[in-house]
C-alpha cells in the first residue's frame, strides 16, 4: 500500500525504464507487425465510417481546432443553465459574430453542416453589435429575429447536448438501452452532474446513485451497470478530510454497493483527480476489510487512470488485496481526463513534478504496461475504455487468451469500433451519461477538450493531417523523445529567471506524516535585533493562541527607545557601505535566504498556526511568497542595477545607474506575518537600503524567527535591524530621523494618514509606499457558473478566515440566480470545518486577537438578515463563524470587515455600469472579481472599475509574485505594485552619468569605425 501512496512524483525515465519496457517488450517484440495490421484494419474501418448521424458530423466540422468550434463550446457551456433571456441574448450576440462560419461551408460537406453554418452565419449577423450597424432596417431586423434566433440556438445546442447525453433520465435511459438493437453492447450509465459542493446535493446524488441501481435492476439482461463519482457523493472527498469521510462518506459507498450487490447491477467508481487516489484506495480497503463484498457478487469495479505515474501501483496493490480477500472485482482502465488540470494544480502548488505523464506516448504505454498487469490477474476483470486503435489492437492481441471487455463513450468511437461491427465475440460497454442537460457543462467540456487535443487519437484520426504509418506507430518506438521538454517541471516554470517556490502536496501521505508530528525546539522567546545582538528590555509579555487563548507560546519583549536609537546610529553608519555592496553580493544573500526558507518551512507553518491563527495550507502560501520575492526581487534587482547605455551624439558616452536611497523603514501586518514582511524587506535590502524591520506586534515571534533566518542567510548584521513593539511606541523617532528616504507600510487606511502626517513633519519628501485594504467585490451574472462562483466565493471570502486585504467582501449577484446561489452558498459554508489551525482538516480559524473579534462580532450584530451554520465553535480563542450578510445596496457597507463575512447584494443586468460606478464610489481599489461567460460584460467590468487586481472567473485572492502583482488603487494603496516589475525602482535613485569622450584628445571612436 505505501508503494502507491509515496510515488506519486517518480520520474517517468525511472517508471519507463524499470517497469515499463521490461514488462512488455518482449510480447511488443513477438507482435508488433499483427498489431500494426489490425491498427491499420481499425483505422481503414474509421476512416470509411459514414455516420448517419448528421449531428455527429456537425461535431467533428466544429471541433476545437477551429474558433468556431470554440464559440459552439463556450455557448453549449452556458446557454443551457441561463435563466434570464437577457443575458442569453447577450451570450448569443458575444459569441456568433467572432466565428467564420464561411469557411465551413463548402460542397463537400454534409448537407446539414452547410445548414447549420449558414444559419450560425446568418445569427452573426443579425445580432453584431449594433454600434457598428446603426441602420433602422438592421435594428428592425435583430428586434424582430432575436426570439426566434435565441430558440433557434437554444436548440441546436440541446442537439449538441443530446449527442453526448444518452438519455434525459434513468428510467429511460435504461428503456433505450434494453432496446438497443446490438446485443453485444452493453451499458453504464453516469448519472451527470460533477463534485458536490454542499450536503443537499451530495445527498441528491446519493438518492439519484440509489434509483439508478434501482431503475437499472428492474430489467437486466444486458448486464447494465452504474458509474459513481465519488466526489458526489461527498461535498469534502480531499485526503485531508479523511476522519469525516470515513465517517459520512464511507456509510454512503458501502449502502451503494450493499444495494448493488443485493440487486445484481455492477458499479464502477470512476477515477477523479489525483489528489483523491489514495483516499479512495483507503476507502475501497475498507469495502474489503469490513467483508461487504460477497464472494458472489463480482461487479464490484473501479476505474484506473493510465495517465498516472501510480496507475502500475495501483493495479499491483489491488491485485494484493483482491487476492488477500478471495474477492472478485473489475478495474476499468481508462488514460485519464484531467490531464491539462493536473498540469496546472501541480504548477501552482511547486511541487516536485507531476502526478501525470507528461508525454502522450509514455501515456499510451503505460495504458499497455497496465493491461499486461491485468493480464496477470486471476481476481480481476478488464474494461479497457479507450478509443484508440494502437491501443484497442494491442490489447484484443494480449487478450486473445482471456475475458475482458471494451468500453467506449456515448457519442464517441462510433467509427474506430466499426471494425468490430461484425465480430460475434466483441463486447462493448458505452459510458451513457444520463441527467438533464442544464449539467452537462463538465462531463461536455472533458468530452470536447478530448475530441479537439492535439495529442488526441480521435482528433488525428480525423483532422492530425497524419499518415497512416504515423497512426499505426507503436508508442515504444517514440521512446527517443522523452528527453524533449515540453512541459517544464513545475519548480521551473519561471526559469530561466529563478525557481517556483517550492510547494507542499497535502495529499501526500508522508507530507501528512510529517505534519502531524508536533514540533519542538523551535525559540519562544523573541525580542528586538540591533547589529545581530538580541535587545531585549526589562520585561516580557507573554504570547498565547489566537484559538486557545489561554495557551502560552512565548514571550516577546519589545524594545524601548534606547533600542531604537542605537538602531538607528547603526544603520546610518553602514548605509553607505550596504549602498556600495555589489549587487551580486546583495542578491546572492537574499537567495540564500529564500533557501532557508524554504530549509525552514515546516518549522514557520507551525509557527504561523500557533502565532497567527494560519491553517497549514495557508502558512505554506505564506511562505512560498515570500520566498517568491526573495527570488523574484533578486532577479529584477540584477537588471535594475545593471548600468544602461543610453543613445545620443557621438563623442559622449550616456550612462543611467541605480542606488539604493539609504535608511528605510518597513512596516508589515500579521495576517502575512512572512510574505508581506520579507517582501518588503528584502525589497530594500536588495536594492541597498539599510532597513528597520517593524513587523506587526501580533507576530513578533515569527518575525524573530525569519528574521534570524536572514542573518544566518548572510545578511551583514549592520545592515538591517529589527524593532519589536507597538507602531505608535517605534515609529515617531524613524519617521523623524532625517537619513529616512522610504517608508514602506502594509496595514489599515488609517494608520497609512497617520504615517503621512507624520512625515510631513520631514524637511524632505520621504517616499511613502502604502498598500491598505479593501471593499473589494465579487460580480457574477447570470451566464456563470453557480458552483463555480460559489466555489471561488467560499475562498475569497472565508480563507484565512477572511483576513486578507484580497479577500472578498461583498458579491454582487445578478437578480435571476440570487436565490439559487446564495442556497448554494449557505449549502457550502455548512461544510466548512472550523476549529485548530495544526489540525489538516481545518478550513477556518480564529480571528487574531479580542480586539478584531470584538469588531467583527458588532458589525453582525447590526444587521438582521444574516447566515451563520448550526454547531458550536470551540470554547477558548478568537472564534468567528463565517457568516453571510444579506444587504439591499453597496452603502450598507461603509468600511473593510477585516474577518469571515460576506456581504450580498443583487443588482439587475442592464444595471450593470452603474453597479461598477457604485463600486468605484466606496472608494477603495484593490480586488475585483468577475464571473460571466459573455467577452463583452467582462469588459464592461474591466474598463469601468477602478481596481489594482482583477480577476476574471476565479477567486480573487492568492497574488502570485511576478505573475499577478499585487497592490491597489485610491484609499487602497500608493501603488507600486508588490511583486511587480515596477516596485524597486521606486526604492532607489536614479543617476544620469554623461561622459564627454572627446575631451581627451578628439573622437577616436567615431574615427576609426568609419568604413572607407
Ligand atoms: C467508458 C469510459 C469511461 C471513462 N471513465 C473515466 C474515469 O472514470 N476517469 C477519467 O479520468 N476518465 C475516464 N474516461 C475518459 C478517458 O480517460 C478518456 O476518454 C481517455 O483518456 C481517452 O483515451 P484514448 O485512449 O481514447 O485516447 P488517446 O487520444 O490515445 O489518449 C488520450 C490520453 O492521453 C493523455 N495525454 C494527452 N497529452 C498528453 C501528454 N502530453 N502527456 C501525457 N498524457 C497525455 C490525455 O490526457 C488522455 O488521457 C472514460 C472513458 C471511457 C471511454
Redesign the pocket.
Known amino acids: 500500500m505505501l508503494e502507491v501512496f509515496d510515488n506519486k512524483f517518480t520520474s517517468q525515465e525511472s517508471i519507463l525504464n524499470e517497469k515499463i519496457i521490461p514488462c512488455i517488450e518482449a510480447f511488443h517484440h513477438e507482435q508488433l507487425k499483427s498489431i500494426q495490421e489490425l491498427t491499420s484494419k481499425i483505422i481503414d474501418s474509421a476512416k470509411n465510417y459514414k455516420t448517419k448521424n448528421p449531428f455527429e458530423k456537425l461535431i467533428h466540422e466544429y471541433d476545437l481546432s477551429s474558433k468556431e468550434g470554440v464559440v459552439l463550446m463556450c455557448l453549449a457551456e452556458a446557454l443551457l443553465r441561463i435563466p434570464d433571456n437577457q443575458t442569453i441574448d447577450d451570450l448569443i450576440e458575444d459569441k456568433i459574430p467572432s466565428g467564420k462560419w464561411k469557411d465551413h461551408i463548402s460542397n463537400q460537406k454534409d448537407l446539414f453542416v452547410n445548414i447549420s453554418s449558414i444559419a450560425f452565419m446568418f445569427s452573426g449577423k443579425i445580432v453584431e453589435r449594433s454600434e457598428d450597424h446603426q441602420s433602422i432596417f438592421h435594428n428592425l431586423l435583430k428586434q424582430m429575429s432575436e426570439p426566434v434566433l435565441r430558440s433557434a440556438i437554444k436548440q441546436g445546442i440541446n442537439i449538441l447536448a443530446k449527442q453526448f447525453v444518452f438519455d434525459q433520465n434513468i428510467q429511460q435511459a435504461n428503456h433505450r438501452a434494453q432496446q438497443w438493437p446490438d446485443t453485444r453492447y452493453s451499458f453504464?450509465f453516469d448519472m451527470l452532474g460533477e463534485a458536490a459542493l454542499t450536503y443537499i446535493d451530495a445527498e441528491r446524488y446519493y438518492q439519484s446513485y440509489k434509483e439508478a441501481i434501482l431503475a437499472t435492476a428492474i430489467d437486466n439482461s444486458k448486464g447494465n451497470s452504474v458509474?459513481i463519482k465519488i466526489s458526489a457523493l461527498y461535498p469534502r472527498y480531499e485526503r485531508n478530510k479523511l476522519d469525516a469521510c470515513m465517517k459520512e462518506l464511507l456509510p454512503k459507498i458501502i449502502s451503494l454497493v450493499a444495494l448493488a450487490q443485493e440487486h445484481k447491477v455492477d458499479i464502477?467508481l470512476?477515477?477523479?483527480e489525483a489528489d483523491r487516489l489514495n483516499l479512495s484506495l483507503i476507502l475501497i480497503e475498507k469495502l474489503f476489510e469490513q467483508k461487504i463484498l460477497s464472494e458472489e457478487y463480482k461487479g464490484f469495479g473501479l476505474?484506473v487512470?493510465?495517465?498516472q505515474k501510480r496507475a502500475g501501483n495501483v493495479i499491483q496493490y489491488l491485485n494484493t488485496i483482491t487476492l488477500k480477500y478471495q474477492r472478485k472485482i473489475n478495474i476499468?482502465l481508462?488514460?485519464?481526463?484531467?490531464?491539462?488540470t493536473e498540469i496546472k494544480l501541480a504548477q501552482e502548488l511547486g511541487v516536485e513534478d507531476y502526478p501525470?505523464?507528461?508525454?502522450?506516448f509514455?501515456?499510451?504505454l503505460n495504458?499497455l504496461y497496465c493491461a499486461h498487469l491485468l493480464h496477470q490477474s486471476d481476481y480481476i476483470f478488464p474494461?479497457f475504455?479507450?478509443?484508440?486503435a494502437?491501443?484497442i489492437a494491442y490489447i484484443t492481441q494480449l487478450f486473445s487468451d482471456k475475458p475482458y471487455e471494451f468500453?467506449?463513450?456515448h457519442g464517441?468511437?462510433d467509427e474506430i469500433y466499426s471494425y468490430f461491427d461484425k465480430q460475434p465475440n466483441f463486447r462493448c460497454?458505452?459510458?451513457a451519461p444520463v441527467g438533464g442537460y442544464n449539467d452537462l457543462l463538465p462531463y461536455l467540456v472533458?468530452r470536447l477538450l478530448?475530441n479537439g487535443?492535439n495529442?488526441?487519437?480521435?482528433?488525428?484520426l480525423k483532422k492530425g493531417g497524419k499518415t497512416q504509418e504515423e497512426l499505426i506507430q507503436s508508442p515504444l518506438d517514440k521512446i527517443n523523445q522523452i528527453k524533449n521538454i515540453?512541459?517544464p517541471k513545475p519548480i521551473d516554470i519561471f526559469q530561466p529567471d529563478r525557481l517556483n517556490s517550492k510547494g507542499t502536496d497535502f495529499s501526500e501521505e508522508k507530507v501528512i506524516h510529517q505534519y502531524s508530528q508536533e514540533i519542538k525546539n523551535y525559540k519562544n522567546k523573541a525580542s528586538s535585533l540591533v547589529e545581530g545582538i538580541e535587545h531585549p528590555s526589562s520585561n516580557y509579555l507573554p504570547i498565547y493562541k489566537p484559538y486557545a487563548n489561554e495557551e502560552l507560546i512565548g514571550e516577546v519583549s519589545f524594545a524601548n527607545q534606547t533600542t531604537v536609537l542605537q538602531a538607528l546610529e547603526a544603520l546610518t553608519a553602514y548605509s553607505s557601505i550596504w549602498k556600495n555592496t555589489a549587487i551580486e553580493e546583495r542578491t546572492q544573500i537574499i537567495e540564500q535566504f529564500a533557501d532557508q526558507l524554504e530549509l525552514h518551512t515546516h518549522e514557520l507553518v507551525y509557527l504561523c498556526a500557533i502565532e497567527a491563527g494560519k491553517t497549514y495550507k495557508d502558512g505554506i502560501a505564506d511562505i512560498r511568497e515570500a520566498v517568491d520575492f526573495c527570488r523574484y526581487y533578486a532577479h529584477q534587482a540584477k537588471l535594475l542595477f545593471t548600468k544602461k547605455i543610453l543613445p545620443g551624439p557621438t563623442g559622449e558616452l550616456n550612462e543611467l545607474q541605480i542606488k539604493g536611497k539609504g535608511l528605510s523603514l518597513v512596516i508589515s501586518p500579521w495576517n502575512f506575518p512572512v510574505a508581506i514582511f520579507v517582501g518588503q524587506l528584502v525589497a530594500n535590502l536588495v536594492c541597498g537600503n539599510v532597513t528597520i524591520a517593524k513587523p506587526a506586534e501580533q507576530t513578533s515571534l515569527i518575525a524573530f524567527h525569519v528574521f534570524k533566518l536572514l542573518l544566518k542567510a548572510g545578511l551583514p548584521p549592520q545592515a538591517s535591524s529589527l524593532l519589536l513593539g507597538k507602531g505608535e511606541d517605534i515609529c515617531p523617532p524613524i519617521l523623524h530621523h532625517p537619513s529616512l528616504e522610504n517608508v514602506v507600510f502594509t496595514g489599515s487606511l488609517e494608520t497609512a494618514k497617520i504615517i503621512q502626517g507624520q512625515l510631513l513633519r520631514q524637511n524632505k519628501i520621504v517616499n511613502l509606499i502604502a498598500e491598505t485594504g479593501g471593499l473589494n467585490c465579487l460580480i457574477s451574472d447570470s451566464s456563470a457558473l453557480t458552483e463555480h462562483v460559489v466555489r471561488d466565493v467560499i475562498i475569497s471570502s472565508f480563507n484565512s478566515a477572511g483576513q486578507r486585504c484580497s479577500a472578498c467582501r461583498i458579491l454582487c449577484l445578478e437578480e435571476n440566480i440570487y436565490k439559487k446561489t446564495i442556497t448554494m452558498l449557505k449549502g457550502a459554508l455548512d461544510c466548512l470545518a472550523i476549529g485548530d489551525p495544526t489540525h489538516l482538516s481545518t478550513d477556518v480559524a480564529s480571528v487574531i486577537d479580542q480586539a478584531a473579534f470584538n469588531k467583527i462580532k458588532n458589525h453582525i450584530k447590526k444587521f438582521n438578515n444574516f447566515y451563520q451554520s448550526p454547531g458550536e465553535l470551540p470554547n477558548a480563542g478568537y472564534f468567528i463563524k463565517p457568516t453571510i450578510i444579506e444587504i439591499g445596496s453597496l452603502q450598507d457597507v461603509s468600511e473593510e470587515i477585516f474577518g469571515p463575512v460576506l456581504h450580498v447584494v443583487s443588482y439587475r443586468s442592464s444595471n450593470l455600469k452603474k453597479l461598477c460606478e457604485d463600486i468605484n464610489q466606496l472608494g477603495y481599489g484593490l480586488t475585483l472579481g468577475i464571473h460571466s461567460r459573455i467577452d463583452h460584460t467582462i469588459n464592461t467590468v474591466i474598463n469601468t472599475c477602478s481596481v489594482g487586481n482583477i480577476y476574471v472567473n476565479r477567486n480573487i485572492v492568492g497574488a502570485v509574485v511576478g505573475a499577478q502583482p499585487f497592490g491597489g488603487q485610491g484609499l487602497s494603496g500608493t501603488g507600486p505594485k508588490a511583486g511587480g516589475p515596477h516596485y524597486l525602482s521606486r526604492l532607489c535613485h536614479e543617476y544620469s552619468v554623461s561622459n564627454n569622450t572627446t575631451a581627451m584628445g578628439g573622437n577616436a571612436t567615431l574615427l576609426t569605425n568609419l568604413s572607407e
Open positions: 453504464s458509474s464502477c470512476d477515477a477523479e476505474a487512470q493510465a495517465y476499468r481508462v488514460k485519464g481526463a484531467y490531464w491539462d501525470v505523464f507528461t508525454k502522450k509514455l501515456t499510451d495504458y474494461q475504455a479507450t478509443h484508440n494502437f491501443s468500453q467506449k463513450l464517441m468511437g460497454r458505452v459510458y472533458r478530448e487535443a495529442t488526441s487519437f480521435i482528433h488525428q515540453e512541459i
